[in-house]
T-cell receptor, first 112, second 114 residues
């Protein structure tokens, strides 16, 4: 069975630009969560979606937004990129909002 | 403020011995705890979890202990193997808080020496 997939693997952007990251959950999983991991820290919760609705949001500015599609895949958008947005962005899927979360390999975003 | 703390950035253990990774939390609303293992250039891999209604959960070489009064949990790996060398993250969830996102510690880098 395919695990959680994310694209692209790596991305380089400049300050002020916008970026879209993509995630496909494990087949049958209806919940997708997004996390940001900066160097030396643990992942930080950004969003959780279930059945195409936002179910939770972490402490991130409005520049961060996301959505979930009918096939349960998801996109994370970040506008007006700052240098501090450079991080590994992780997507995790689960059957329900409260189930064990299984992570993808992440997208490494570098903002110059 | 860090609600989940892993105070040991790294831990070195000899192959075959027991590895004990510790985690403390401050939020008494956390009711579910998980351990993840992470290799470089990969996403975290789920290892084992424990509900707050239990004090121990075992899965093969991995055992997690929860001490709710001390707000402390630990992961025991017995026996330690070279493939266990990785960064281990402790995570917690507050199921009643609306958002079911996980709160992670900073991780402990476990090094298994031959």
């Amino acid at each position: 069975d395919a695990g959680v997939t994310q694209s692209p693997t790596h991305l380089i952007k400049t300050r002020g630009q916008q970026v879209t990251l993509r995630c496909s959950p494990i087949s049958g999983h209806k919940s997708v969560s997004w996390y940001q991991q900066v160097l030396g820290q643990g992942p930080q919760f950004i969003f959780q979606y279930y059945e195409k609705e936002e179910r939770g949001r972490g402490n991130f500015p409005d520049r961060f937004s996301a959505r979930q599609f009918p096939n349960y895949s998801s996109e994370l958008n970040v506008n007006a990129l700052l240098l501090g947005d450079s991080a590994l962005y992780l997507c995790a899927s689960s059957f329900y909002t409260s189930g064990e979360q299984f992570f993808g390999p992440g997208t490494r975003l570098t903002v110059l | 403020d860090q609600q989940v703390k892993q105070n040991s950035p790294s831990l070195s253990v000899q192959e075959g011995r027991i590895s004990i990774l510790n985690c403390d939390y401050t939020n008494s609303m956390f009711d579910y705890f998980l351990w993840y293992k992470k290799y470089p250039a990969e996403g975290p891999t789920f290892l084992i979890s424990i509900s707050s209604i239990k004090d121990k959960n075992e899965d093969g070489r991995f055992t997690v202990f929860l001490n709710k009064s001390a707000k402390h949990l630990s992961l025991h790996i017995v026996p330690s193997q070279p493939g266990d060398s990785a960064v281990y993250f402790c995570a917690a969830r507050n199921s009643g808080g609306g958002a079911d996102g996980l709160t992670f510690g900073k991780g402990t880098h476990l090094i298994i020496q031959p």
